[in-house]
């Protein structure tokens, strides 16, 4: 992956920082966005600082746009995206559902439209870190899955809107995933947290490495990860 641009949104999650790691790692030059600039700087490898940078904007504030717009011009080159940024809340309260959509649809849907031109002019790849909410819904998660509902379908037919700009666009929906977030969600549910049962963020990362160094003759459209032990 060397010479190639990769912008990873949600890099200071522990899925998106194992990504970003891995694709410098590769050899990528990699942008790692998220919300907060402290929280990001954390998670730059002490030992590949000139390919590496963070970006601190929030995908919900409109102005963010800009300010991403602006990097990438000033970089003038971007080979592929990794969504990997998003909340995660059960509720029943439509405000919440709000914060969601705006959180985890929106705001990766805003960034998608102004990387893409970009993204055109490079044979870019964009990567949907998706999970199996988004292809079955289970109960309490409604407000959670719909969003990833919408982002399967927002990724389906981005594929088949700029394939012929040679623009490849997979998802990945993602099992249970040892991280914060999990561990959160096994208190939530009563239950002891077993990370060494789960997908670990390195999985998820290798996968995504994988993908963006298929052929170019080969575009992998869904990747379902669930882990091998069961909780």
């Given at each position: 992956m060397n010479g190639t641009v990769a912008l990873?949104?949600?890099a200071s999650g522990g899925i998106g920082r194992a990504i970003a790691h891995q694709?410098?790692?590769?050899?990528a030059e990699v942008i790692l966005l998220g919300r907060n600039a402290e929280r990001l700087a954390d998670c730059l490898p002490p030992d590949a600082t000139a390919r590496s940078s963070i970006l601190a904007a929030d995908l919900t504030d409109a102005s963010s746009m800009e300010i991403i717009s602006a990097e990438l011009s000033r970089r003038g080159r971007l080979n592929s995206l990794i969504l990997s940024s998003g909340i995660y809340e059960r509720s029943d309260d439509p405000v919440i559902l709000r914060r969601q959509f705006e959180a985890n649809v929106i705001g990766p849907y805003a960034l998608i439209r102004i990387t893409l031109p970009m993204l055109?002019?490079?044979?870019?790849?964009?990567i949907f870190v998706n999970s199996t909410q988004g292809l079955r819904a289970s109960a309490t998660v409604g407000q959670f899955a719909a969003t990833m509902h919408a982002m399967r379908a927002i990724a389906d037919a981005l594929r088949d809107e700029v394939n012929a700009h040679g623009v490849r666009v997979t998802s990945l929906y993602l099992g249970r995933t040892a991280g914060d977030r999990q561990k959160k969600i096994f208190e939530f549910e009563g239950r002891n947290y077993p990370p060494e049962r789960l997908l670990q963020p390195g999985d998820v990362a290798d996968t995504v490495c994988h993908v963006l160094q298929t052929p170019r003759t080969v575009e992998i459209t869904e990747i379902t990860i669930r882990p091998m032990l069961k909780t």
């Open positions: 990873v949104a949600g694709l410098i790692s590769a050899g055109a002019r490079n044979d870019g790849h964009i």
